[in-house]
Nanobody, 115 residues
Framework: QVRLVESGGGLVQAGGSLRLSCAAF????????MGWYRQAPGKQRELVAK??????TNYADSVKGRFTVSRDNAKAVTLQMNSLKPEDTARYYC??????????WGQGAQVTVSS
C-alpha cells in the first residue's frame, strides 16, 4: 500500500504565499508522476501542476508564473504558491501516479485566499 501525506495550506491574504508539501510513503511501489490538483466548492477538480520522474513540469494556465512545482525526491513533491489570488481558494490534493499503474490521492489541504 501507499499513502500520501500532505502538509501546508492555510489562510492568506491576496498576494501572499503558501507552500504545500506531499510525501508518498511506500517501500513497495515506484512513484512516477506527482502533482497537485485542486477543487473548489461546486467546481470540478482540476490539475494545478505536475512533475514527472524526469523533472518535466506542467502547469495550469491560471497558475503559470505564480506557482512552482518541484520534486524533492522520488517520492516527495512541493508546490510553492506565490501571488495568491482569491480564485486560488480550493482544497488542494496531492496525486501520485504509480509505476505499476493507477494513482493515489492525498486527503487534501485547504488553501483559502482572502481579498
Amino acid at each position: 500500500q501507499v499513502r500520501l501525506v500532505e502538509s501546508g495550506g492555510g489562510l492568506v491574504q491576496a498576494g501572499g504565499s503558501l507552500r504545500l508539501s506531499c510525501a508518498a510513503f511506500t517501500d513497495i511501489f515506484r512513484v512516477n508522476d506527482m502533482g497537485w490538483y485542486r477543487q473548489a466548492p461546486g467546481k470540478q477538480r482540476e490539475l494545478v501542476a505536475k512533475i514527472t520522474r524526469g523533472g518535466t513540469t506542467n502547469y495550469a494556465d491560471s497558475v503559470k508564473g505564480r506557482f512552482t512545482v518541484s520534486r524533492d525526491n522520488a517520492k516527495a513533491v512541493t508546490l510553492q504558491m506565490n501571488s495568491l489570488k482569491p480564485e486560488d481558494t480550493a482544497r488542494y490534493y496531492c496525486n501520485a501516479v504509480l509505476h505499476v499503474g493507477g494513482s493515489v490521492w492525498g486527503q487534501g489541504a485547504q488553501v483559502t485566499v482572502s481579498s
